[in-house]
């Protein structure tokens, strides 16, 4: 009996030192990062607070049989909006004016899936990071410190589960680890700049 009392807190002991070293330092934050975060934080509320024009609005169609959502391209074809945090990261709460039946719709042929906005934050079921979407579409994991400083202590309400299979629709980028190292997010983007579609 006496063994075990004095094992228990030697236990307990490395428990709470493996604890405290596995923490992560806080984010060292120097002069020229602060004027970076700045930067960043004026950039962010400004595609936050961008309203989508018209002209981008007018490319919005519905399928009227099922509700499927789409956006007819430059090149001639359709992207259709594969969820609802899809449609809304470029276009909010608007409601598409323009609807086709089937028959009309099967005649414009299928391009692929419409990608989140860029400067969308993701993440999904079956990994613990949390994703930043830059202008290429690619997702590049963003240290949770880096987070935190850019976008606030409530980073997380930003944040968008997506299921993963969508994840194939991104190409994966490197770990964002830096101030510094987190990308512009250009003002203005349109799902055919973002997809280089012209008309054909």
């Known amino acids: 009996m006496k063994k075990l009392v004095l094992v228990i807190p030697i236990l307990v002991a490395v428990v709470v030192l493996t604890a405290c070293s596995s923490r992560q330092k806080p984010l060292v934050v120097t002069q020229e990062d602060t004027a970076l975060i700045t930067q960043y934080q004026a950039n962010i ?7 989508a ?9 519905v399928l009227s049989d099922n509700g499927s959502v789409y956006y007819y391209g430059a090149d001639g074809k359709r992207y259709i909006f594969p969820t609802q945090e899809t449609f809304a990261s470029w276009f909010g709460d608007y409601v598409p004016a323009k609807s ?3 028959e009309e719709m099967q005649k414009v042929p299928l391009g692929g899936n419409v ?15 949390i994703y930043l ?4 579409s690619t997702i590049s994991p963003v240290d949770e410190r880096v987070l935190e400083v850019v976008y606030g202590k409530d980073y ?7 299921p993963n299979y969508y ?13 510094d190292g987190f990308p512009d997010i250009e003002e203005g983007l349109t799902i055919d700049y973002l997809k280089g579609l012209h008309a054909q």
């Open 115 to 129: 990608t989140m906005k860029p400067g969308t934050l993701l993440t999904t079921e079956s990994d613990p990071k």
């Open 133 to 136: 979407i830059t202008q290429d």
């Open 53 to 61: 024009t018209d002209v981008e609005k007018s490319k919005v169609v």
């Open 45 to 51: 509320a400004t595609v936050d607070s961008e309203v």
């Open 156 to 162: 997380k309400n930003r944040v968008i589960d997506i």
């Open 100 to 102: 086709l039946p089937l």
């Open 167 to 179: 994840f194939t629709n991104y190409s994966y980028g490197p770990e964002i680890i830096t101030v």
